[in-house]
């Protein structure tokens, strides 16, 4: 089974430029998330999808950050403007939605390393 | 304020010699534990989780004990090998981990282990 797919690996940019993310889930897995995970930080949540619908973005900074994830499958991440702050990793994960189990566990891509200069 | 914490940055061990990698919790609503293991330049593997309903679940090598009345857990790995130093993230999160809920997560802990 394929796993959490994810791109670009790296990115370099400057600060107030735009950037866009990729992420495509295991497939079968209706949920999506999107987490920020800073130098010697734990990840953060960013925002949740449960198909194609928004499920929590109560921490997304929506003035310059913004997700889609349309048909319910890919989703795309978008930093504009990007800040210095905004340097991280940059992971995606996904889960089965099976309603009243514990089969929520949640499996990470790889990452995409940001930095912004 | 951090819900979940891991007081340990880091945790040097011998090889063949147990671990112990240690998280403490606030938010008593957390009902569901989980481990993850990270290697650089991955993203954090799932390794093995427990409901709150149970005190110890074990998976091979690796064992998470729950102490809820402590807001406590642990993973023990026994025996520890060279292939084990990673990150070890603990995470938590409420409502049994039904999908949708994310998931809260510590700052981590790097295991090392020599041989």
């Known amino acids: 089974e394929a796993g959490v797919a994810q791109s670009p690996r790296y990115k370099i940019i400057e600060k107030r430029q735009s950037v866009a993310f990729w992420c495509n889930p295991i497939s079968g897995h209706a949920t999506l998330y999107w987490y920020q995970q800073i130098l010697g930080q734990g990840p953060k949540l960013l925002i949740q999808?449960?198909?194609?619908?928004?499920?929590?973005d109560s921490q997304l900074p929506k003035d310059r950050f913004s997700a889609e994830r349309l048909k319910g499958v890919d989703s795309t991440l978008k930093i504009q403007p990007a800040k210095l702050e905004d340097s991280a990793v940059y992971l995606c994960?996904?889960?089965?939605?099976?309603?009243?189990?514990?089969?929520?566990?949640?499996?990470f891509g790889p990452g995409t390393r940001l930095l912004v200069l | 304020d951090q819900q979940v914490k891991q007081n340990s940055p880091s945790l040097s061990v011998q090889e063949g010699r147990i671990s112990i990698l240690n998280c403490d919790y606030t938010?008593?609503?957390?009902?569901?534990f989980l481990w993850y293991k990270k290697y650089p330049a991955e993203g954090p593997t799932f390794l093995i989780s427990i409901s709150s309903i149970k005190d110890k679940n074990e998976d091979g090598r690796f064992t998470v004990f729950l102490n809820k009345s402590a807001k406590h857990l642990s993973l023990h790995i026994v025996p520890s090998q060279p292939g084990d130093s990673a990150v070890y993230f603990c995470a938590a999160s409420a409502f049994q981990n039904q999908a949708g809920t994310a998931l809260i997560f510590g700052k981590g802990t790097t295991l090392s282990v020599s041989s």
């Open positions: 938010n008593s609503m957390f009902d569901y």
């Open positions: 999808f449960q198909n194609n619908g928004v499920v929590d």
């Open positions: 994960a996904s889960s089965l939605r099976l309603a009243g189990s514990s089969q929520g566990t949640q499996y």
